[in-house]
């Protein structure tokens, strides 16, 4: 086994990253070493490179959803199905750690992305502590670190094309409670925004609209499923909202999900509603600003449902892979990743992802 990994750490918000050399871990009972095959670059890094999250203690290692082979573990980690994990295993796993299980939150609430002692790999763990975060050639997952194998047939790159996005867009669908034959209009057509079309389509939602830019994302959209595809460049906000009343009948779509990251798709939304719709609000990770809302027309007179998305738990993180394995071979996720760069080119990645010029981007350590 290596002494040492390369690293790639952000040193403060706005810094570039540098390359650095970490020992390798002692392992304690239950924790895992993880040999990093691939890790992603989303948007939360862009915000991460910002200073735009709080409580992100700086430096950090970026890289928050990652997969890898077992290289090495101490004592026994298993899997919810309560099969040992072994060396040479192909993984992955949840970057929460920390969910305690026992604070109001978790036990009362039932909200258990609310949990106050949660940490994130590659967000919440301290960079100079260890090898937490993705962007590294190793990770090591601390004892009680929720893994799972990728099943067969999946390969890591396909599921990595997912990535996080995966994750929020099944938590949104989810919230979104679809049936059968429901319109549902997908703003956004980033990474969430095209596992949301992928997911709601699967659910049997029909018409499936993806709203954004450019054209090549939405050609994209259309090839996870999207029924109908709306540009923000061409067609103004009026505009779009002629096209999803001509769709429906009149009426407005069932479920709105919103993936776009502007708080200004948040009022959109709640137009593009039919009465007694959903809005789903997935993509305000970070404080863009405010959205101003005329609440009597959008909101009580419509009597619309309005749910938000904050992180996602196990449930979302086990049953997406389910889905990806089951359905990739017709449903392009692997589409998704247009770029990779190595371990000493993450300011490019996170260049390309900033600048939307890359839709997935990996990092291969």
């Known amino acids: ?26 392992l304690a009972p239950g924790a895992v070493l993880l040999h990093v095959l691939l890790s992603e670059v989303c948007g ?38 309560g099969v040992a994990f072994r060396e040479g295993d192909v993984a992955a ?16 609430d039932k909200e258990t992305t609310r949990c106050p002692h949660r940490r994130v790999y590659g967000i919440t ?28 047939g999946l390969p890591p790159e396909t599921y990595m094309a997912g990535g996080c996005g995966l994750n929020t867009a099944f938590h949104a669908v989810e919230r979104a409670a679809l049936r059968l034959g429901d319109a549902v209009v997908v703003l956004g057509a980033g990474a969430v925004g095209q596992s949301a079309v992928a997911f709601a389509a699967l659910c049997g939602a029909d018409p499936v609209v993806a709203v954004g830019a450019p054209d090549e994302r939405l050609a994209t959209a259309r090839r996870m499923g999207a029924t109908h595809t709306l540009s923000i460049e061409a067609l103004s906000p009026g505009e779009r909202l002629d096209a999803v009343r001509a769709l429906t009948h009149g ?9 776009a990251g502007a708080p200004e798709a948040v009022v959109q939304g709640a137009a593009l509603c039919r009465d007694g719709g959903t809005l789903v609000v997935a993509g305000q990770y970070t404080d863009n600003g405010p959205a101003l809302w005329p609440v009597h027309e959008l909101l009580n007179r419509k009597h619309l449902t309005v749910r938000a998305v904050w992180g996602s738990d196990f449930s979302h993180f086990y049953k ?43 990092i291969a350590p």
């Open 1 to 26: 086994m290596p002494r040492t990994y390369r690293a790639a750490v952000l040193p403060a918000p706005g810094a570039p990253l540098r390359l650095e050399e970490r020992p390798a871990p002692d």
């Open 44 to 81: 939360t890094d862009v915000h991460l490179r910002h200073g735009r999250l709080a409580g992100v203690p700086y430096p950090l290692i970026p890289g928050h959803v990652s997969v890898g082979t077992v290289a090495a573990l101490r004592g026994e980690a298993r899997d919810v199905d």
């Open 93 to 108: 796993f949840l970057d929460v750690h920390g969910t305690c299980g026992a604070c109001h939150a978790c036990l009362v």
């Open 125 to 152: 763990f301290p960079g100079d502590g260890g090898l937490h975060g993705g962007w590294a050639e190793a990770m090591h997952l601390l004892p009680g670190t929720k893994l799972l194998r990728l099943p067969d």
């Open 251 to 259: 009426r407005g779509a069932d479920a709105v999900i919103e993936a």
């Open 320 to 362: 997406s892979i389910g889905v990806l394995a089951r359905h990739h071979a017709r449903i392009p996720w692997r589409d998704l990743v247009t770029a990779r760069y190595p371990l000493d080119q993450c300011d490019a990645a996170l260049d390309a992802v900033e600048r939307r010029t890359a839709l997935k981007a990996l």
